[in-house]
């Protein structure tokens, strides 16, 4: 498998990472107007083939690809060439950003403001830049930027401005467009518009990835893409989209450029605008529509603090470097070019691998705030903790996340400083009363609305929470799996771990960033993180606990808690609740209600089993191991549910293990 | 017909022809007297002797460089007064000055004039290891009058071709497997002796013709356990019979290319084969590896020159039984043999199309913006199949390493119409001298036709934003090519160890494949801890319909490197894989020899190179012809 050679197991020295300037310093003290004017004279792509973005349409539109897709439909279609043309035309001209740097000049101007206003700062390792910049001049750049806020690439092109490097063009969801103004200010700032989905609708793939392609391969500027496709909801990184990675990747395999530079670029707040628009999403409020008047009304935001923000800009990773070994580019040799192929098997899955890859270079390099630590300790102690026993253990848990290689922000030595003012920045989520810190539930207001809008309120504050705690999960997942599975085999032999360590592993493997098939490196990860930290020690044939490895275990056992439950929820629902055939776009709701129900009789207190994304990735999970069959009809698709199955796996879920033969001769 | 045109117009051509295409040669001792001789071969009947006048003698020792390349009277070296000079008298640069050179060599590779790397002066005959003679075989030869040695020096010479690590060693005075005995059979049927003698006595044989290979095809496998003899065919030089109503020549294998050339000329004929190597590679070579001439847009590449082969196989003699121009009779046997490189047999003699000597030849040059548009344009020349004898497009590094190699210029009129050129291209028409680049022309045949050809050529050129650079700068360019194996002698005077290569790719990819070789080649260099930029050029150097041959040139500095051939040798290899990634062939027209061998299943496939072994193993099961290229 490629993924054995991309991936090695984290070294015992956790890896270096750069320092942090603040850009906002310089904003507050000087002239944002005379910022916003400055003489912007970005360093470029060597072999740059300069055109404006006008003529970028029509080198599409003369592509050879383009011409041969338009040939190909208006024979099928029996329309004439012109006229499919023309719908390549419309196509495009719906999609291509217009950059202009007057605009970019607009948005440095006003988010310097917001940013002043929201951020106490923002803080950025210039070492990347210097990176950044080299990279620019040397090979044409793919940008991506980790997703979990809008801000994300309002953030990027500010930054590239403020430090002089070259601006990108950015690929959004076409949702934007449809904000009045604001769409096409995004878009004249840079951004081009893809449809969310266009499945079999080949011109407009042609007109897409040849446009996306032209712009890599003649250096135009740096492509900007969210791996991951949309923002995270959850704050957990999502399994990685790679329709445009593939795209991008292409011009290297096809030799048309000697290399791409692929830079992960890790976002992290230490409290996110989308808050709790996120939690009431997760619980089925519907999301609002992107709107102008949506955005203006936002504005009340601007005068809340939402602490600092965190840019890394990960070292460029060379696309030709990575497939060295993996793909041979002379496959390509035998066809024209220009001709459309889809990719391999095993190229496909070679992307595949990079972009999962590429997501973990971006978790690793996620700056942590101790808050995400505190939310993790809040959710465990779901009535409040002692402030006391909360900075100790905080402090306790801070020095697991470092021995694991967690990237950690921690402002200063005094514990219970660092802890009081993270919880200040919070304190629309926690409130520190009596000695005790706790969730702060908004009280419902009139007391008929009942319980169920008590408990809908309090799964918001714990979804909200949940999110921090989700940015840390990425340190502790594969110790925490490996944790769980040794509390369910109960035994000692490794590889009866391993054979459970696999099986959860698979089962979330659509819950966490766990990389297709690579099992043994992180069994093995998780082994020697957790020996490292003095929680267990490795024998030949078997990993035993030490004596003092009980609190990190069980620690790690409650953190993996609430998916195990909530994944058992949803197999419960689709074992006890329903007849065979299920539509799929009532699994959510109908989960939804099930697990409410369960909370209000009082038989489940995991809240989080009400967020819609850990439904949909149990689903997902399902429908992958075969225990739920997806039929489309006609209209809708309608979700065949194999009882044993599911059965079968909630009690894997639930620490009973099937027993199985195969032993992985590997160990 | 040529045989009809008066006499001295006639001789005018040839010695045009003559200046132009090696004007360096010597003179020859008897006038237009060339040996031929129709006469059977028959070991009864006293052997014929090999056509006298050849350009190089049975030892070649007598005047050819031991550890470098061509001969021993010319190379380039660096006088007095720092200035780079070419000695003898044999070519057009021979005694003249080169003052850009050193300059350019200094600032090219970071050389430095003071940090010398000198060859071991003579061959070291306690350093050749003592010959393992089959002394039955040496017996029957000697019986059947076959001449033969054992001598060192003879032995060295035949040991190698001109590969980078082959002279390198040499100049070191390093000398590995060598043929333990040298033959030299001087008619076919001398070689169907050998053949037979070495297939009774179980002995090895390599066939060596003007060892001018560069893939390593003449070195001896050092796993080789019997007796290695090389087949010199430098005897085998006469042109047997010269057919003017069929225009072909019968032409033994042996003889070099530029005694076929001139010899052919004397009676108003060529062939029109031109490779770089002409002066010393042999007809045979040319046919085992698939050579390519320069003018091959007029006269055809080796394998369309040639109507009929033979060649001696242990299983016996292969040819054809008439000389019909094109035959259906199953795959082509004579495909058997070219680029056979010496595994199957001995190519004794080629039935070649010859034609008369064109009327009018001219140089020409144009230069470009930038090699994207050069590439354009020779794409279009190739579309509408106009091309000339040769076109050839440089890269602008090459164009600078050509403009090197400028001899003093005499007069001040000369110098000063250089720089108003220069002017003219630079400032006038804005091209950038970092980024121009110049194709070389060599129009051929009748003079109304050539100017003819040259305006549509250079109107094709106007398109694409070329203007015409004159003949000089042409002639230049052809000559770098003549030259340049003697240059990378100079280079390795000073730390600077270089080769070429070259490949053939479709037209759509020559541009990325250009750009990612180099720079591939670049990246290399950087990370094997090479500390200067290496050379790293190429031009496009043969135009077809449906592609182009390219040639790179590589070199680099080595100073401070512990292996420096190793270093060369991972690069080379790393070219190599790009060019076959990009869409390149694994060679054009070099061969595969054992340098690249490694690549011949993946280029060929499985089942390809299982034909190719079962043809091998049916002609020669007991591998006589080991040399080990190719399979």
Not at chain 1, 218 to 235: C, D, I, M
Not at chain 1, 436 to 451: F, M, N, Q, T, W
Not at chain 1, 603 to 631: F, G, P, T
């Amino acid at each position: 498998m490629a993924s054995k050679v991309l991936y090695s197991v984290r070294g015992p020295v956790p890896r270096k990472r750069d320092d942090f300037e603040d850009v906002l310093e310089e904003r507050r003290k000087s002239s944002d107007l005379r910022y916003a004017l400055k003489c912007y004279t970005p360093a470029v792509y060597r072999n740059l083939v300069p055109c404006k973005a006008g003529v970028l349409k029509t080198l599409v539109l003369q592509s050879e690809a383009v011409r041969y897709v338009i040939e190909q439909v208006a024979a099928e279609t029996g329309e004439t060439w012109e006229a499919v043309q023309d719908e390549a035309s419309q196509v495009l001209e719906e999609m291509a950003h217009r950059q202009q740097l007057s605009t970019i000049r607009f948005f440095a101007f006003t988010l310097s403001k917001a940013f002043k206003a929201l951020y106490r700062s923002v803080r950025v390792n210039e070492d990347g830049v210097q990176r950044l910049q080299q990279a620019i001049q040397e090979h044409p750049v793919v940008l991506l930027p980790s997703h979990r806020s809008y801000m994300d690439f309002l953030m990027m092109s500010y930054l590239l401005f403020t430090y002089d490097l070259a601006l990108p063009v950015i690929a959004a969801g076409m949702d934007f467009m449809s904000m009045k103004f604001v769409g096409e200010m995004l878009r004249m700032s840079g951004a081009f518009f893809i449809r969310r989905s266009f499945g079999g609708d080949k011109l407009y793939w042609a007109v897409f990835s040849e446009y996306v392609k032209t712009m890599l391969r003649n250096g135009y500027a740096p492509l900007e893409f969210f791996l991951e496709g949309t923002r995270s909801r959850t704050a957990k990184s999502l399994t990685p989209k790679t329709g445009l990675l593939n795209i991008a990747m292409e011009p290297f395999f096809k030799g048309e450029v000697f290399d791409v530079n692929l830079v992960p670029v890790s976002i992290s707040y230490e409290r996110i605008l989308e808050e709790s628009l996120y939690a009431r999403e997760l619980l089925g409020v519907p999301k609002p529509k992107e709107s102008t008047s949506g955005l203006l009304k936002a504005r009340r935001i601007l005068s809340e603090d939402f602490g600092t923000m965190h840019v890394y800009f990960g070292a460029p990773v060379s696309v030709r470097s990575l497939s060295q070994g993996h793909i041979g580019r002379s496959q390509y040799n035998l066809v024209p070019r220009h001709i459309p192929q889809r990719p391999a098997a095993d190229t496909q899955a070679f992307v595949n691998d990079v972009a999962f890859h590429l997501v973990r270079l971006q978790e690793e390099n996620m700056v942590l705030k101790p808050w995400a630590l505190i939310s993790t300790l809040l959710l465990q102690n779901p009535n409040g903790m002692e402030l006391s026993t909360l900075i100790q253990q905080a402090d306790w848990l801070r020095g697991l996340a470092l021995s694991f290689g967690a990237f950690l922000d921690w402002p200063g030595e005094m514990v219970s400083k660092v802890i009081s003012s993270s919880l200040a920045v919070h304190r629309n989520l926690v409130c520190v009363s009596g000695g005790r810190v706790r969730l702060l539930v908004p009280e419902v207001s009139g007391a008929e609305c009942g319980a169920e809008e008590a408990e809908f309120n309090r799964a918001v504050s714990v979804l909200s929470c949940a999110s921090y705690r989700n940015q840390a999960l990425h340190i502790f997942v594969r110790p925490a799996l490996l944790a769980v599975s040794m509390r369910s085999t109960e035994s000692c032999r490794r590889d009866e771990i391993y054979n459970c360590f696999n099986i959860l592993r698979n089962i979330f493997s659509n819950e966490f960033i766990l990389c297709p098939g690579a099992s043994v490196q992180d069994f093995e990860e998780a082994c020697h993180l957790l020996v490292k930290c003095g929680a267990l020690r490795e024998l030949q044939q078997e990993v035993v606990m030490s004596s003092s490895g009980q609190t990190t275990l069980s620690f790690l056992c409650s953190l993996l808690e609430p998916f195990l439950q909530s994944y058992q929820v949803v197999c419960r629902y689709l074992c006890e609740d329903t007849q065979e055939d299920l539509p799929e776009k009532n699994f959510v709701p109908a989960v939804r209600n099930f697990a409410l129900r369960l909370i209000l009789a009082g038989s489940l207190s995991c809240y989080e089993a009400l967020s819609s994304d850990l439904q949909k990735n149990a689903l997902a999970a399902l429908v992958r191991l075969n225990a739920v069959k997806q039929i489309k009809n006609s209209d809708q698709v309608i979700l065949k549910i194999n009882k044993t199955a599911v059965n079968s796996l909630e009690d894997t879920l639930g620490g009973k293990i099937p027993t199985q033969k195969p032993v992985l001769a590997r160990l | 017909m040529a045989s009809n045109t008066d006499i001295s117009e006639h001789q005018r051509s040839a010695r045009r022809r003559l200046r132009i295409i090696a004007g360096h040669l010597q003179r020859s001792e008897q006038d237009g007297a060339a040996a031929l001789s129709a006469q059977e071969c028959k070991a009864e009947t006293p052997r014929p002797s090999a056509a006298k006048g050849t350009a190089v003698p049975k030892r070649r020792q007598e005047i050819m460089k031991w550890n470098g390349w061509g001969y021993s009277d010319s190379r380039f070296l660096f006088n007095k007064k720092g200035q780079a000079e070419f000695t003898g008298r044999r070519y057009r640069l021979s005694g003249l000055i080169l003052p850009s050179l050193k300059d350019w060599f200094e600032g090219t590779f970071g050389a430095n004039l003071q940090h010398k790397t000198p060859a071991t002066a003579s061959l070291s005959v306690s350093a050749v290891p003592p010959p393992n003679l089959n002394e039955l075989l040496v017996e029957e030869l000697k019986a059947a009058g076959v001449a033969l040695s054992s001598n060192p020096e003879d032995r060295v010479f035949r040991s190698h071709g001109h590969c980078l690590h082959e002279i390198f060693a040499l100049r070191e005075g390093r000398i590995g497997r060598i043929p333990d005995m040298v033959v030299w059979p001087s008619c076919h049927d001398d070689v169907v002796k050998i053949v037979e003698l070495a297939s009774k006595h179980n002995v090895c044989l390599i066939p060596y013709g003007g060892g001018t290979s560069v893939s390593s095809a003449l070195e001896c496998p050092p796993e080789e356990t019997r007796s290695i003899v090389s087949i010199d065919t430098s005897q085998m030089n006469r042109i047997l019979w010269i057919d003017e109503k069929n225009l072909t020549a019968h032409v033994e294998a042996g003889i070099i290319g530029q005694d076929l050339e001139r010899q052919l000329n004397e009676s108003g004929y060529c062939t029109g084969h031109e490779p770089d190597s002409m002066e010393f590679s042999t007809l045979g070579g040319w046919v085992a590896t698939r050579a390519s001439g320069m003018k091959k847009n007029i006269y055809g590449n080796i394998e369309d020159l040639v109507v009929h082969i033979k060649m001696a196989t242990p299983r016996g003699v292969i040819e054809k039984s008439c000389q019909g121009p094109r035959m259906s009779t199953g795959p082509d046997i004579h495909h058997f043999i070219l680029g056979s490189e010496g595994t199957l047999g001995v190519v004794t003699e080629v039935t070649m199309k010859i034609r008369p000597i064109p009327e009018y030849q001219k140089y020409g040059s144009i230069v470009f913006p930038n090699f994207q548009q050069g590439v354009a344009c020779l794409r279009e020349v190739a579309k509408q199949r106009c091309a000339p004898a040769s076109i050839r497009l440089m890269d602008n590094e090459q164009f600078q390493f050509g403009h090197a190699l400028k001899p003093q210029v005499s007069s001040i009129f000369t110098s000063f119409l250089d720089g108003l050129k220069k002017f003219y291209i630079t400032k006038f028409k804005g091209f950038d001298p970092h980024h121009l680049c110049v194709a070389t022309l060599l129009f051929e045949g009748d003079r109304e036709k050539v100017l003819q050809h040259e305006k549509q050529v250079y109107d094709i050129a106007a398109k694409f934003g070329g203007l015409a650079a004159g003949e000089d700068n042409g002639q230049r360019g052809y000559m770098l090519t003549f030259v340049i194996a003697y240059l990378r002698d100079l280079g390795m005077d000073y730390y600077v160890i270089g080769e070429s290569f070259e490949t053939s790719v479709p037209w759509d990819r020559v541009l990325d494949l250009c750009r990612n070789v180099k720079e591939r080649i670049v990246r290399e260099c950087k990370d094997r801890g090479v500390q200067f930029p290496p050379l790293s050029t190429c031009r496009v150097t043969q135009t077809y319909d449906a592609g182009a041959c390219v040639y790179f040139y590589f070199a680099f500095n080595y100073r401070g490197l512990s292996e420096p051939i190793h270093v060369y040798e991972q690069v080379e290899h790393a070219a190599r894989e790009e060019i076959l990634a990009n869409g390149g062939s694994l060679s054009h027209h070099h061969g595969v020899g054992k340098l690249r061998k490694e690549w011949m299943r993946e280029s060929v496939s499985s089942v390809g190179l299982g034909m190719l072994k079962a043809v091998k193993d049916y002609v020669d099961p007991n591998n006589i012809f080991g040399n080990r290229n190719l399979l």
